[in-house]
């Protein structure tokens, strides 16, 4: 009978380690990604009214937008991008994706906002059918973002 009350004993303290093994591990998880994640936020511009939707999430233009972006260079993040705005011509839904690239972030690139503007061109030439390319630099002029949109 000891026998059997030390083994299930054996068990339960196993079963204890095990619980504070899966929380460190994910506690270990947590930790790397705010080590390793880095934000990067962006400010949109647009015409009266526009949205912009990151990964489901809308912001009305004007907007800063709060991205991850890896640690390293020669990484990158994906977001899902719907943008809808209005023309004379009536609503157009556009979408598409961001590519947030890491990068070495400098002492001016700390201080500096960086942003998007869509212009009344560019968003013309979007309703027309043309797939655009947005590239975001910092102000050291490495690459931050790369955002395609095309009309749905």
């Given at each position: ?47 009266p ?24 260079a ?45 212009s ?21 002029r ?11």
């Amino acid at each position: 009978m000891e026998f059997y009350a030390a083994l299930h004993r054996t068990g339960a303290i196993y079963m204890s380690n095990r619980r504070k093994l899966v929380r460190r591990a994910a506690l270990a998880v947590i930790l790397a990604c705010v080590a390793g994640c880095a934000s990067a936020p962006v400010t949109f511009e647009g015409p009266p009214g526009a949205v912009m939707f990151v990964d489901g999430k809308p912001y009305h233009l004007p907007r800063e937008v709060e991205f991850h972006r890896p640690a390293d260079a020669g990484e990158s993040n994906k977001y899902q991008i719907r943008l809808v705005f209005t023309t004379p011509q009536g609503e157009v839904r556009a979408k598409g994706q961001a590519l947030v690239f890491g990068y070495a972030e400098s002492d001016i690139d700390k201080m500096v906002k960086n942003s998007c503007k869509f212009s009344d061109d560019q968003l013309a030439k979007l309703a027309a059918g043309t797939t655009m390319v947005y590239k975001v630099q910092t102000a050291s002029r490495q690459p931050l973002m790369e955002l395609t949109l095309a009309k749905e």
